[in-house]
């Protein structure tokens, strides 16, 4: 279970990296904590048995505090958490998984991120 969500983390890396979610340049901290908190929130909508397609919807209209364009990233996330059994996703907190992955791999994301702005 816990390899399917660093595979999750794996793959929304990149995404976050992208210049659509990097628009408002953060320090390390505050854009993991924000990326921590969309992965929260969606495990959440899973939890709560929110519809795959109404995820965005259901996340989006509770006002989230993370800047939009974190919010970007709900439907790649969803597809990876959706993927996952409810039954597990109760025994880890993702966002904090998620959390950490980021600032353990900051460096590297940053690095990804510098190399899209260069192209």
């Known amino acids: 279970m816990i390899r399917k ?3 999750a983390a794996a793959v929304a890396t990149p995404f976050f990296a992208s210049p659509a979610v990097w ?3 953060l320090g390390k901290e505050d854009s993991c ?8 929130a969606v495990q959440q ?3 709560d048995r929110v519809p795959e397609a ?22 790649q996330l969803t597809a990876h958490v959706y ?7 109760k025994n880890y907190d993702l966002g904090a998984v998620f959390e950490a992955q980021c600032i353990e791999n900051w ?7 510098n190399g899209m702005a260069g192209n």
């Open 5 to 7: 969500i660093l595979v």
């Open 23 to 25: 628009a408002a340049d």
């Open 33 to 40: 904590k924000y990326q921590g908190q969309v992965m929260a």
């Open 45 to 47: 909508a899973r939890l």
């Open 54 to 75: 109404k995820v965005e919807e259901t996340i989006l209209a509770g006002n989230p505090e993370w800047p939009a364009n974190f919010s970007k990233a709900i439907p």
């Open 83 to 89: 993927q996952m059994k409810r039954g597990d996703l």
């Open 107 to 113: 460096d590297a994301i940053q690095d990804m991120k």
